[in-house]
């Protein structure tokens, strides 16, 4: 399993226009644009080389990291224009970061491996895929994409199709075995040696022919991407961003028609920096996440022992969210470590053995929150209580408890009392005879359904103090209001007098979702209320 970290990139001051470039080639600015979607590119300065510029890249990486140069574990650097072909710029990045000091024979040596990978274009995408196996085995691996291509085609009518297209820049990621914003699930790699010949350096020169390579790549590119999602059950409408090699606007329009996907969640920075060869995507990335303002949305996965369960809740999800990617847990993710943002469990304390509990433990412990939602019987919410309690090591309470304490219905004395709430359901369902037909042949009101549930999340530094919960619905004599007040004090029954508060009891009495109150009181009689609303 890996992590992306972070991304970093650098691009040269120099801005060259579709003006400057057609003059040199005898084209028109309109041409170029219309051709590869590109308005401007960068120029490196004469004094920049490969390495210096991927160093830079990869400083601003770190940085953006919080990591040093001395945690990692290994450097890839992917570059189709490097100055010297043996060694190429991963031995020059390394001694940059400082990595390549003389150890003393006592100690062991800090000598970081660094490896290059002469691959243009799909380079950086080569070394990420690398990066998320070796990372696991070695630590943090710094991926760079660095090219100076501007030297390596010819601004001339003759170089025409090649000189209208590229730029220079560094991109690079860090990839982690332990945490990061987005994890790299899955990668396809495909090689088609026959045709090698349409796109090639050699004897420093950039030599391309451009609709082959166009052909090629809008058949090939959206097959790849299509045989990743299916492997790992997703459409392409689920995709929230494709971030492809930037390498001309109409290719990139084409795999958005193939998958058909929107193009607007093809991230394209081609206008402004040309194709920046192996670069391209690691620069695109960078400037993708730095514009990323919400949290990423994760997919969403299910599993029920029924599968008829199971494919109900994942129509709903994806109708419901239709930007998650939706898809059905299998056997081997329930087992794997993998983290899990959100974990929903519904409905199964009466079902569960003790080495099935253990597993769903196993679950929450991989999970940075937690809902769990039982039916309200005593039976049930105290077993629910006492799995909270259990959790609180570990997570932070959300709700429905207002403090932090153990769970005061387990105190001895209090053996008849658990947490419960009621709902009301959805009002389809009284308009749905097999939901009628149902709630008669189980014997439940489906009219008011009692429910118990906690929400738990490690990092959750909410909470207000003096609140009180209301467990179960209040009870409304002729005199007063009585209602089981749950709060950091423990379990009490309080009651509020109509006749000096009559609109406070007509509130308890009407509202049906969970009530949670600021409580104005002396000893158990309540004077007055302020209910703590939805997202306050």
């Known amino acids: 399993m890996a992590f992306l970290r972070a991304f970093g990139s650098w691009l040269p001051e ?3 226009s579709n003006r400057e470039v057609a003059a040199l080639v005898e084209a028109t600015p309109e041409w170029i644009l219309e051709m590869t979607g590109i308005e401007e590119r960068r120029y490196a300065a004469e004094s920049d080389t490969v390495a210096g510029i991927g160093l830079l890249a990869a400083r601003d990486c770190l940085d953006k990291a919080g990591a040093t140069a001395a945690e990692l574990g290994m450097i890839l650097v992917a570059s189709g224009s490097s100055e010297r072909f043996c060694p190429g710029p991963a031995s020059e990045i390394a001694a940059g970061l400082g990595l390549a000091s003389t150890p003393a024979l006592s100690t062991p040596a800090p000598f970081t491996p660094a490896l290059d990978l002469p691959i243009a274009s799909a380079g950086s995408l080569v070394a990420l895929a690398l990066a998320a196996h070796l990372a696991p085995a070695i630590g943090l691996v710094l991926v760079v994409g660095a090219e100076i291509m501007s030297r390596r085609i010819s601004l001339t009518p003759e170089g025409r199709n090649s000189a209208i297209l590229f730029g220079d820049g560094a991109g690079a990621a860090l990839v982690d075995a332990a945490s990061g914003f987005a994890r790299i699930a899955d990668s396809c790699l495909f090689t088609d040696g026959a045709s090698a010949e349409i796109l090639s350096v050699r004897d420093g020169q950039f030599s391309m022919d451009g609709p082959a390579v166009l052909m090629q790549a809008s058949r090939k590119i959206p097959r790849a991407i299509a045989a990743l999602l299916a492997r790992n059950g997703v459409a392409g409408s689920a995709v929230e961003a494709f971030l492809l090699h930037q390498a001309n606007l109409n290719l990139i329009t084409r795999v ?5 996907a929107k193009p607007e969640r093809f991230f394209a920075n081609i ?3 040309g194709n920046t060869s192996s670069a391209s995507l690691l620069i695109a990335a960078d400037e993708w996440r730095r514009q990323q303002t919400a949290p990423l949305a994760g997919p969403l996965v299910f599993w029920d022992q029924s599968p008829l369960t199971t494919m109900f809740a994942h129509d ?3 109708r419901g969210f239709p930007a998650l990617a939706v898809s059905i847990a299998t056997a081997g993710y329930l087992r794997s470590g993998e983290p899990i943002g959100l974990l929903l469990i519904s409905h199964v304390l009466n079902e569960l053995s003790a080495a099935a509990l253990d597993e769903v433990r196993a679950l929450a412990a991989r999970s940075r929150a937690v809902i769990w939602v039982e039916p309200g019987t005593r039976e049930m919410g105290r077993a629910l ?3 909270r309690d259990e959790f609180s090591a570990a997570f932070r309470v959300v709700a429905p408890c207002t403090h932090a304490n153990p769970c005061p219905a387990l105190r001895p004395g209090n053996e008849g009392h658990w947490c419960h709430h009621f709902a009301p359901p959805p009002p389809f369902i009284f308009a749905d005879s097999d939901w009628v ?4 042949r189980a014997g439940i009101d489906l009219r008011s359904l009692p429910y118990s549930f906690m929400a738990m999340d490690r990092e959750w530094s909410g909470g207000r103090a003096g609140l009180s919960r209301i467990i179960g619905r209040p009870e409304h004599l002729k005199p007063c209001a009585r209602f089981l007040n749950c709060s950091s004090a423990g379990l009490e029954v309080l009651s509020v007098a109509k006749r000096s508060n009559r609109a406070l009891c007509k509130e308890l009495e009407r509202t049906r979702r969970p009530l949670v109150y600021s ?10 209320g302020t209910r ?5």
Not at 519 to 528: E, F
Not at 532 to 536: I, M, Q, R, S
């Open 14 to 16: 120099r801005r060259v």
């Open 256 to 260: 958005a028609a193939a998958l058909k």
């Open 271 to 273: 206008a402004r920096y």
């Open 316 to 318: 709903a999800a994806t």
């Open 385 to 387: 209580g006492a799995l």
């Open 437 to 440: 037909k149902f709630g008669q």
């Open 519 to 528: 409580w104005t009181r002396d000893g158990d009689s309540v004077a007055a």
């Open 532 to 536: 703590l609303e939805p997202g306050t």
